[in-house]
């Protein structure tokens, strides 16, 4: 290679940049041309700046992707907004009771379910609404998703028995409550926006001790969350450490321990 090849582009990008000029190569006005041809450039440009690079590049060969390029195959894009949720919010609100029927995974419904709603859920991982209602008949907390939601009405409750499962609900709620309880280490200070970012879907509070610069979260979960909360901690690494004697530094040391089991070295690294 040249030695002096660089410097020379160098002045060159250089001279072009002071006269406001812009080097194209071939290629990049054929592709540029071709993108002009779909729908979304109409968006992206106004009128006058469309037709200017139309005229500019009218001497140009289109590259034609759709003719080797065949789009893969994907899910059905499920939307954030679902058309049960306004219904859903109001009965929660107002303390409606609810019938519900429900589609089953292997086929048919499960018609004439009743219930009192508690709250809804929004999964990022799998994209999709969760209700979380107490089953009135089977007398425990239950979780469906909106989309296999067949009917929705309202139900009145006897007053005698909304207080009784209002009552077993709230005992329900409390038995699935666990805490952990997260130091963060001295060393990652500067990121505890990003470690708190990372339990940014948990119910938490932060404390912090000035004689050891330390700040420790306390994390409210429930039961079923304890395995997502471990992925976040293991995701932070050295930054966090489970300092409580409770389940989650149990679930901890026992995943750390099968780990280093697995990916032991049979000889001492160099």
Known sequence: MNPFEKIFNYQILSRLDESGAFALTSQERVWLKSMLELDAAGHAFTPETLDKLNALLQNEAPFHLRRIIVEKGRNKDRHVYHPLLRQLRRYIIQGQGMKLTTKLKHGGQKADQTGIPYKLEYSMVKREWYLLWYGTRQHNLMSTKLRNIVELHPWELPAERTTTARARLLQLLEARKRTALVEVNPLYNAELSRILSAFSCFDKNVSYEEE????????????????????????????????????????????STKALMRYEASEPLP
């Open 212 to 255: 050891t610069d330390t700040y420790r979260i306390h994390i409210q979960h429930l039961a079923d969350e304890s395995e997502f909360l471990l992925s976040k901690i293991r995701f932070l690494g050295l930054r966090v450490k489970v300092i409580d004697q409770g389940y989650m530094r149990r679930r901890m040391l026992e995943a």
